[in-house]
Each structure stands twice: as structure tokens, then as C-alpha cells.
């Protein structure tokens, strides 16, 4: 991993994740982690996101201890749970946090860099890690299978071009270009990512750009693939002005895809549990998208 490499003398029991997406993960592949972290954003009270709470439930695991709901990891906490592994390929550390926890049990890092892998890639480093590489194959094929199943409920979806725009609330959103996990799981399935307008802004991420509200209808796509946290949110947003002057605001092919747990389930912490949970509803909302994006 980006970090350095780690050997797993034994198959793992006691099991801690870090980071996004791991847990949903570890208990697909049957493992009751010891340790998760806490989901402010999509998550209730006690940090747990719904579809992680269920998947518990499902497989009669208690619930884990959720760790405190801080940005670094908490070594202290973490270190009481006793770990035989800490799992962290969808995360933020950094090389100093990767030698502290090293000291606590072997730690699994990010294949490339922070906060970018995708599913598939904490699929597979999480199942390389618990000694189920083949089951974690499997899970890869199936949710794969699962999602074409889906999207091929609504066949105006495949083809069509579309770009998923972030309300940057500044006066530009920021649209996410074809390597962002995010994007990727949409093209995977048959859409395909707009390239940039000439009128786009570039910025130091190379995997998005900025565009003004002033050019807001440049985008060169044939739908837009959004999602706010609240319906003021997205009321708002598409009821400006200069956002209403795009043909593709006027004719409604954008989607209408609102609240915390769906944005985190399929454009956040994204796993196959989590696409099992919400991916049903986004992708009737992109099919009804890319039909009003078909029309005259």
C-alpha cells in the first residue's frame, strides 16, 4: 500500500477499521469487526450508519465499539481494543498515524493516495488482509453484477453523458471529472463523464474543475448527477437564475437525489453493502434523468 507494506502472520480475529467504507466491508465478508469508526455525516446518535446497523443485525453481530468521533484516529482507543488488524484503505492517514498504529497491530493503508480508492479496491485490500481473498472476489463480481441489473432497468441510463456537480455555495460548483471514485461508479455501469468546457476553472486536484453559475449552462453534458444534503438545499441551488438559464435545468434532467444517508451510500462511503441499500433509488432517479434528458 502507499504507506509501506504489511504482513499478516495469522488470519485476523480481532478486527478495527479506519476511515470510510472498511466495516460494511468486514462484515460482508462475515467478520464482526471489534471497532469502527463514527459517522457524523450520514450516520444516527450513536455513529452507526443504517445500512451498516442492519447488516449487523442481519448477520446477529453485536455492535461494535464505536470509536470517538475525531479526525485523527484515537490511538489510545484503538490500542484497548487489543486489534489483530487495522484496516484503513479508504482513509486520510498519515505516515506518522500509519507508525503509531503499527505499534498496536498491522495496519492496512490506501493503495495510492488519501481518500481515493474505490470500492472495489477496500473490497479487495480488505479481503487480502482477512485471509478471504477469493470471498472478497466473489463479493466484487456480484455487486457488480447487482448494480448492472439495476441500471439496466432504465436503458435511456447507459450512454448518456453527465456531469456530477457539487454547489460550491460561492458563486461555482465544482464538477468531478472521470477518476474520482465517485464519478467512476457511474461510468463503470454504462454512463459516461463530461470532459471540461473550455469556460471550466482549473484547480489543484486534477480529478475536477470549477465552472462560474455564470457558466453554469456550458457544461457540456446531456444530464446532471447531483445530490444535497436537504430540499431547501437543492431548491434553492436550482431555482437561481443563472442555474435555471441551462436547457437541462429546464427540461429536469438532473436528479433529485437528497439527504445524508443516500448521498454518503452511493457518492460518499461507498460498499457493497451500502450500494445494496441505496442504489435501487438513485439509479430509478437517473434513468427518470437521462429520459428527460432524451426528450425535445
Keep these: ?12 480475529e480481532r478486527v478495527v477499521t479506519w476511515g470510510w467504507s472498511t466495516q460494511d466491508v468486514v462484515i460482508d465478508l462475515g467478520v464482526a469487526p471489534v471497532g469502527i469508526p463514527f459517522f457524523a455525516y450520514g450516520g444516527g446518535e450513536d455513529g452507526l450508519l443504517p445500512w451498516t446497523e442492519a447488516a449487523l443485525a442481519e448477520h446477529g453481530f453485536d455492535t461494535p465499539t464505536i470509536l470517538p468521533n475525531v479526525s485523527e484516529p484515537p490511538i489510545e482507543a484503538i490500542a484497548a481494543l487489543a486489534p489483530d488488524v487495522i484496516i484503513a484503505p479508504y482513509s486520510g492517514l498519515t505516515p506518522d498515524e500509519y507508525a503509531l498504529l503499527s505499534n498496536i497491530a498491522p495496519v492496512v493503508a490506501y493503495p495510492d493516495k488519501p481518500w481515493f480508492a474505490g470500492w472495489q479496491d477496500v473490497v479487495t485490500l480488505t479481503g487480502k488482509a482477512l485471509g478471504l ?14 448494480l448492472q441489473t439495476e441500471i439496466g432497468k432504465y436503458p ?25 471514485p465517485r464519478v ?19 484547480n489543484d486536484t486534477g480529478i475536477s474543475y470549477f465552472v462560474s453559475y ?3 449552462d456550458k457544461i457540456p453534458a446531456d444530464m446532471l448527477l447531483s445530490f444535497f444534503n436537504d430540499q431547501k438545499s437543492a431548491d434553492e441551488f436550482f431555482g437561481m437564475d443563472l442555474i435555471k438559464l441551462s436547457p437541462l435545468v429546464a427540461k429536469q434532467a438532473y436528479t433529485k437525489l437528497v439527504g445524508d444517508e443516500i448521498t454518503m451510500a452511493v457518492s460518499g462511503a461507498v460498499t457493497p453493502i451500502s450500494l445494496r441499500w441505496g442504489f435501487p433509488t438513485v439509479a430509478a432517479e437517473v434513468g427518470r434523468a437521462a429520459t428527460a434528458a432524451k426528450a425535445q
Design 133 to 146: 481473498s477469493a470471498e472478497a472476489d466473489k463479493l466484487v463480481a456480484d455487486t457488480q453484477a447487482f
Design 214 to 216: 455564470e457558466n453554469f
Design 156 to 180: 435511456d441510463a447507459k450512454g448518456t453523458v453527465f456531469a456530477n456537480v457539487v454547489n460550491r455555495n460561492d458563486g461555482q460548483v465544482s464538477v468531478r471529472l472521470e477518476g474520482d
Design 1 to 12: 500500500h502507499a504507506l509501506g507494506s504489511t504482513t499478516i502472520e495469522a488470519k485476523p
Design 184 to 202: 467512476q461508479l457511474f461510468v463503470d455501469i454504462g454512463l459516461v463523464s463530461a470532459h471540461e468546457p473550455s469556460e471550466a476553472i482549473p
